[in-house]
T-cell receptor
Framework: EAAVTQSPRNKVAVTGGKVTLSCNQTNNHNNMYWYRQDTGHGLRLIHYSYGAGSTEKGDIPDGYKASRPSQENFSLILELATPSQTSVYFC???????????FGPGTRLTVL | QQKVQQSPESLIVPEGGMASLNCTSSDRNVDYFWWYRQHSGKSPKMLMSIFSNGEKEEGRFTVHLNKASLHTSLHIRDSQPSDSALYLCAASRGSALGRLHFGAGTQLIVIP
């Protein structure tokens, strides 16, 4: 089965601090995605990538940057964290088109 | 407003009963629907997908799709306590980027 891992699994950050969330996939999928999940909103797409070196804005990109240095790794960067970014973040990988997306275990981020 | 609307927000059914969940997209360009299941504290996992009019059955789970109304429904017969979870509906356009638009989800509780 597809394998997507995330680190850290839990993170407490201070307002104004920099936070980097990491994601690794061993599926050799071209596409990777970052979502956040908040009660009442389901999963909302922040950034995605269709290959190494590419990043695209999703539906809620403000306050976030992304980096895809290799096929396997995709990072989400919060340069100046705010309490409104407290959430659970999921990374996913997929083959594109109408292929299934496989999700990592999630990172719970709390910004104080 | 979300492009994918799910109803009901929550649903309580007795063990052995039938659970029916609904999902509609307001984006007429979508052509593929997905149902993901997310147990508490876990990551979403794909349950079923459908792109053709009609129905698709896998064990106790049946998915219906009406492409004209962009409405899909998930039916779970002989519901089990282990079916208690958040059910997320997603829609996609079938592009190479594989973007999914998720609804807010239906929280299903199956009471023994």
């Amino acid at each position: 089965e597809a394998a997507v891992t995330q680190s850290p699994r839990n993170k407490v950050a201070v307002t104004g601090g920099k936070v980097t969330l990491s994601c690794n996939q061993t599926n050799n999928h071209n596409n990777m995605y970052w979502y956040r999940q908040d009660t009442g909103h389901g999963l909302r797409l922040i950034h995605y990538s269709y290959g190494a070196g590419s990043t695209e804005k999703g539906d809620i990109p403000d306050g976030y940057k992304a980096s895809r240095p290799s096929q396997e790794n995709f990072s989400l960067i919060l340069e100046l964290a705010t309490p409104s970014q407290t959430s659970v973040y999921f990374c996913a990988s997929g083959g594109g088109g109408n292929a299934e997306q496989f999700f990592g275990p999630g990172t719970r981020l709390t910004v104080l | 407003q979300q492009k994918v609307q799910q109803s009901p927000e929550s649903l309580i059914v007795p063990e052995g009963g039938m659970a029916s969940l609904n999902c509609t997209s307001s984006d007429r360009n979508v052509d593929y629907f997905w149902w993901y299941r997310q147990h508490s504290g876990k990551s979403p996992k794909m349950l079923m997908s459908i792109f053709s009019n009609g129905e698709k059955e896998e064990g106790r789970f049946t998915v219906h799709l009406n492409k004209a109304s962009l409405h899909t429904s998930l039916h779970i017969r002989d519901s089990q306590p282990s079916d208690s979870a958040l059910y997320l509906c997603a829609a996609s356009r079938g592009s190479a980027l594989g973007r999914l638009h998720f609804g807010a989800g239906t929280q299903l509780i199956v009471i023994p």
